[in-house]
Every structure is written in C-alpha cells, then in structure tokens.
C-alpha cells in the first residue's frame, strides 16, 4: 500500500501537474496550516502552493463557497440575483443554476488545503493534454466515460472540490470568472478534481 507521499509523487510522474489535498474535517481542526481570513477559496488554493492553509466558514469572502461548503445558504438569493444583473441570466436559469450546484448539507468544521491529516480530495490545474491521460487510465480502469457536468459558476469550490468529495467521483472544469481571476489559474490549464481512493486506485491498476 502507497503512502501518501508516494501517491502524491506518482500523480505527478504519471498525469503532470501539482497535486493540492484538501482535508474536509467534521471533527477536529485540520493541523499544520495557516488559518486564514477574508479570502477566496480559490485564493486560498494559490496561497496553499507555498504554505498549508486552514479555511473556516468564517474565512471566506466568497458567498459561492460558503454556499457550497454549506456555511451559508442563506446567501442563495444574491448568488442568483448577481447572475442576472452581471452574467446577464434569464431569472429562472440562474435559479435553476443556483440550485443545481452541488452542495454539501452542513456540519463541516473546516477545509485543511495541504494540512497534515488525510485528504479525501486531490486537485490540480492540468494541461489537456494531460487530462486526456488521466481519463485514458480512467476508461481503461473502470470500463466507464466520466459523466462531467459543466458550469462557469461556483466551478472550483462547487463543481471540483464538493462534486469531488460528495460524489467520490473525477470532477472537471474550465473555472468560473471569480476563479480564473483571483485564483491564478493558467488559460491553458483545466481543473481536475479526483478522489484520494480513485487516485490510489488509477496508480495500482485496480
């Protein structure tokens, strides 16, 4: 059994990339990482590249990821309200939008991006190249076409990290405006998230 140092390295030998964990813990705080304040998650991920960060509910600027992370859904109305006056959305699309991001229902404590304890997510910014490998060892593993849903809202905290992690299933993305903006995501690069067991998996071939 690899550890997960092992897994790490062989992510990037095999499919490129930097891999981030996320940690989502329902108990105790996430160890060895800064907690931070006032930020985006997608922020937080470009910070997690140098130091181990900690986000709680009250960390987050962004009404989306407290959405999806369940810290905050009373904030649905100006989600939807901000997709009509700015992104320019019939009024029943982006409430139809809005309520079909996935979320999750309440109780997580925290999110640890690099922290000490077990992830239960790996996510990376890859070239297409790249991810077309990761989906050829996919396929060839589990007989299946990945069943992606594409968004250009709420797409690294919701589509990724939360689809990633309540679905245990490999999530894409080509971002959201928020994201390609605050979080430095390359315009060549796609958001890959992929599960810590589905990873170990993909690397031992069974």
């Not at 990482?33 to 962004?62: I, Q």
């Not at 304890?117 to 910014?125: I, K, S, W």
Request: with cysteine; proline share 4%; charged share 25%.
């Amino acid at each position: 059994m690899m550890d997960l140092k092992e897994v790490l390295r062989q992510m990037e030998s095999s499919f490129g990339g930097r891999w981030y964990r996320l940690e989502f813990s329902y108990g105790g705080m996430p160890k060895g990482g800064t907690h931070l304040e006032g930020v985006r998650f997608c922020e937080a991920v470009t910070r997690a590249s140098l130091v181990p960060v900690v986000l709680t509910a009250e960390s987050l600027s962004c009404d989306a990821a407290r959405y999806a992370f369940g810290w905050n859904h009373d904030v649905r109305g100006a989600m939807e309200a901000r997709l009509e006056e700015q992104a320019g959305f019939p009024h029943r699309y982006a409430v139809e939008a809005i309520g079909d991001l996935p979320t999750l229902d309440g109780g997580l404590r925290a999110i640890g991006i690099n922290t000490e304890g077990e992830p239960q997510v790996f996510m990376a910014y890859l070239q297409p190249q790249q991810v077309m490998k990761l989906l050829r060892r996919y396929e060839a593993l589990f007989c299946e076409r990945p069943r992606v849903e594409l968004s250009s809202i709420a797409a690294l905290c919701s589509n990724v990290a939360v689809r990633a992690f309540r679905d245990a299933k490999l999530t894409l993305s080509f971002g959201c405006e928020e994201s390609r903006r605050h979080g430095g995501i390359p315009r060549d690069r796609v958001i890959v998230g992929l599960p810590v067991e589905v990873a170990k998996r993909l690397l031992e071939g069974s």
